[in-house]
């Protein structure tokens, strides 16, 4: 069975930075995808990156246009961790971030990712 777990969520001042952490253990082979995901209350969950890891695409990196130039999406497969460093960061970006894995075709439709990790809160104050 597939296991994420996030880290490194928090609050920080409009322009700041943060970088979340997921560290995936369990059998998640080639092909996959991992992605970022956030959800505000009410809202559904809004797909901001994914790393592709299958051939033909493998380590290709998309991101949603609302955080294109600022979010930047990676993994260390030494350490099986999946990153997301966030910079400039708006009272916009204020969600519930959550990782997600796939093997299968990397979507944004949240219904195509059968793991995920627990959430971190990540807070921008203006």
């Known amino acids: 069975q597939v296991h994420l777990v996030e880290s490194g969520g928090g609050s920080v001042q409009s322009g700041g930075s943060l970088r979340l952490s997921c560290v995936v253990s369990?059998?998640?082979?080639?092909?996959?995808?991992l992605a970022w995901f956030r959800q505000v209350p009410g809202q559904e969950r809004e797909g901001v990156a994914r790393l592709y890891k299958y051939s033909p695409y493998t380590g290709i990196a998309d991101y949603a246009d609302s955080v294109k130039g600022r979010f930047t999406i990676s993994q260390d497969m030494a350490k099986r961790t999946v990153h997301l460093q966030m910079a400039s960061l708006k009272s916009d970006d204020s969600a519930v971030y959550y990782c997600a894995a796939a093997t299968s075709d990397c979507t944004w439709n949240s219904n195509g990712y059968p793991y995920w990790g627990q959430g971190t809160q990540v807070t921008v104050s203006s």
């Open positions: 369990g059998p998640l082979d080639s092909p996959y995808c």
